[in-house]
């Protein structure tokens, strides 16, 4: 087993203690190791990639290389603010990503969970067949979904996990971001701008 000096992302305490096969043994402060592989996370560390002597980290956004022996590298920590500008016709519309697939949102305060679009999920390669079958009201009537949990999303630079979504048969423009996503922040707004930050 090899061993390499720990590192810090902000005050969180992290090591690459060994390589094991093709998985980075991790300790985040001071746990015990854990074998952790490439796309798979451990405390907010990401393993990108595993070599001989090196594994690759993404900690909020940045990636890093660990080499056995070198002196600590400083990562920092996942982000935690999202500034969004309004439109012309007052909405809030951004780029993002679901389950590492990107998709386009709009803020949607009177929807209670992220709703996506049949055609969006199949693009995105979400497989909503296996959730829980719904019906819900719509300005068009009475509509079929599937509810589920989303692995992923990220809005800006903040990822969140384990989001409830709903999927629609009705073909949708955009991905409404629902109060699933919005309870999870602080939200303020001034004039055209809306400031969320992770609670």
Same mark, same amino acid.
């Given at each position: ?117 049949? /055609? ?58 629902? /109060? ?5 922040? /602080?939200?303020?707004?001034?004039? /055209? ?7």
């Amino acid at each position: 087993m090899l061993f390499a000096a720990p590192l810090r992302a902000n005050a969180q305490a992290v090591a690459l203690s060994g390589v094991l096969g093709s998985k980075a043994l991790l300790v985040v402060d001071g746990s015990a190791p854990r074998a952790v592989a490439a796309g798979e996370e451990h405390k907010g560390v990401q393993v990108v990639s595993v070599g001989r002597e090196e594994a690759v980290v993404l900690v909020g956004g940045e990636r890093r290389m660990l080499r056995l022996g070198e002196s600590p590298v400083s990562l920092r920590s996942a982000a935690t603010r999202v500034v969004l500008q309004a439109d012309a016709r007052g909405h809030f519309i951004n780029q993002g990503r679901i389950n590492g697939k990107a998709m386009q949102y709009m803020v949607d305060t009177g929807a209670s969970a992220v709703a996506i679009g049949q /055609n969006d999920a199949d693009r995105m390669g979400i497989r909503y067949r296996s959730g829980q079958p719904v019906q819900m009201q719509t300005a068009n009537g009475v509509a079929q979904g599937w509810r589920l949990r989303l692995d992923s999303v990220h809005i800006g630079d903040v990822e969140l996990r384990g989001v409830d979504a709903i999927v629609t048969q009705q073909p949708m423009p955009l991905v409404l971001l629902g /109060n699933s996503v919005l309870t999870q922040f /602080n939200m303020t707004r001034s004039g /055209n701008e809306m400031v969320l930050e992770k609670r």
